[in-house]
């Protein structure tokens, strides 16, 4: 079967999905070792791995690795299925994340503003004075996509080239370009749609409010501190070894699509790969709130985005999606039934990092096709899954 499009339509397509179900350097040896499947798991990390198991069969996976760990202390860590033929898949292997570095940037933003450097209210015009509507336009609505800013990835031009050409480089100015090609879905903040131009516009927004490049910022305000020793910002198309291959039929075949370039899914510096341990403590460290304080973390939890997302005639409803208590947008983050959750998609690979903050449950999963894989994000699937065993009073499926 032919899947949609789902690597062009990422986030839009998968919160909508949500809301209905709702040739590179070595990876440090220590952390690669580290990451590596629980030896002989039993009774709850049993039924985990039993569960990613079935989904691979169920689901028409290539490959499936997950992590889950409770507190910080890990339940299980394991992986099933193959990279490529005859080469077995290892929760060491590598595999895009590009929206997980949408949280990081929104936490960011929420540390600067901890910091009394920004207020999220303050216009982008301060900072991209060139930008048309900057002076309405301010970083709380790139933070949470509340600009009203055209998504390009909609864009049947972009579309176009994108799949005629899927090694392309893309520059921040050919994407946001194109966005600026159209007309504001609304006034600025006064409905919700995704955009990949508010998370280009918002890594250039911290670059000049720090002096600092982005790639720089993160590692020092994010990845270090939560210890992501197998995050990389990776521009081009390399991805660290070992890498998880992926695969794909959005352009009408089944074909490797590990080395797509990724340049335009979002702001470069933040276009990352990682390993299922990175992923599970990213969902961890960003989901508790661990680098904010706790006024900040509120924020990023409900930016006021609940209660928007209202269908317009400049905004139909497959983008303008409704925004309530138990589903909305943060500043960078999904917010369903109290889980805070980033769900990545690119060309055959789906991963999600989910954190539950009753239970202090973080699960992370990465999935990679095979050719009769139904369409969406398969690792949220998966995720659902394992969350009703481990944490059966919160849901994470509607």
């Not at 569960?51 to 910080?72: F, M, N, S, Y």
């Not at 695969?247 to 009408?252: A, H, L, N, V």
């Not at 899914?265 to 299922?276: E, H, K, M, N, R």
């Not at 989901?287 to 900040?296: F, K, N, P, V």
Request: proline fraction near 7%; include cysteine.
């Amino acid at each position: 079967m032919t899947r949609t499009r789902t690597a062009v339509l990422c986030a839009a397509a998968l919160l909508a999905s949500t809301l209905q179900t709702a040739v590179a350097a070595a990876a440090p040896e220590r952390h690669d070792q580290a990451c590596a499947a629980t030896r002989n798991p039993e009774g709850q990390a049993r039924q985990v791995m039993d569960i990613v198991r079935q989904a691979q069969q169920d689901l028409d996976l290539e490959a499936a690795l997950v992590k889950v760990t409770v507190d910080g202390r890990e339940l299980v860590t394991g992986a099933v299925g193959e990279s490529m033929t005859d080469v077995p898949a290892t929760p060491a292997m590598h595999f895009r994340t590009g929206s997980v570095g949408i949280a990081f940037m929104g936490t960011v933003l929420l540390q600067l503003v901890d910091e009394h450097k920004v207020r999220l209210d303050d216009p982008v015009s301060r900072w991209l004075p060139d930008l048309p509507h900057g002076d309405e336009i301010t970083l709380r609505m790139l933070g949470d996509s509340t600009s009203g800013l055209h998504d390009y990835v909609t864009d049947p031009v972009f579309l176009e080239r994108l799949y005629a050409d899927p090694w392309q480089h893309w520059t921040p100015e050919e994407v946001v370009g194109i966005s600026l090609s159209h007309p504001l879905w609304y006034e600025p903040g006064t409905n919700w749609s995704y955009s990949h131009a508010n998370f280009v516009l918002l890594g250039q927004a911290l670059e000049k409010i720090t002096g600092t490049p982005l790639e720089q910022l993160l590692q020092e305000r994010i990845l270090k501190p939560l210890d992501l020793r197998n995050t990389r910002n990776n521009d081009t198309a390399v991805i660290p070894r070992p890498v998880l291959h992926a695969y794909d039929e959005e352009r009408g075949t089944y074909e490797e699509s590990t080395y797509f370039n990724p340049s335009w899914t979002t702001a470069p510096g933040a276009i990352l790969t990682q390993d299922i341990c990175d992923l599970a403590r990213s969902g961890q460290g960003i989901g508790a709130g661990e680098l904010l304080s706790r006024r900040a973390h509120r924020t990023q939890l409900n930016p006021g985005t609940v209660g928007l997302g209202q269908a317009t005639d400049t905004c139909p409803a497959t983008v303008c999606l409704p925004m309530t208590e138990d589903f909305h947008f943060g500043v960078g983050v999904v917010v369903k039934n109290g889980w805070v959750v980033q769900n990545p998609s690119f060309f055959g690979y789906a991963a999600v990092m989910a954190y539950e903050p009753h239970e202090r449950l973080s699960i992370a999963v990465s999935t990679t096709v095979g050719p009769d894989a139904p369409a969406g994000n398969n690792a949220q699937t998966i995720t659902e899954r394992i969350a009703e065993l481990l944490a059966p009073d919160y849901p994470l499926a509607d």
